[in-house]
């Protein structure tokens, strides 16, 4: 039934979107929470070292 077509495509397309932003979403707070807790114990070791020039 070629009439049901585009409806087909834009549900498609929607799908996508959601899937799309949801990776993203989900890669952008993975990364986040990692940096955020890797900044906290780079913090402690970069105060504990003394660099002498």
Do not use: E, G
Request: charged residues 10%.
């Amino acid at each position: 039934m070629p009439q049901m077509m585009p409806i087909n495509w834009i549900f498609s397309f929607i799908f996508f979107v959601v899937i799309f932003f949801i990776f993203n979403i989900m890669n952008y707070y993975i990364f986040y929470l990692n940096n955020k807790s890797n900044n906290k114990l780079m913090n402690k070791k970069i105060k504990n070292l003394s660099w002498k020039w």
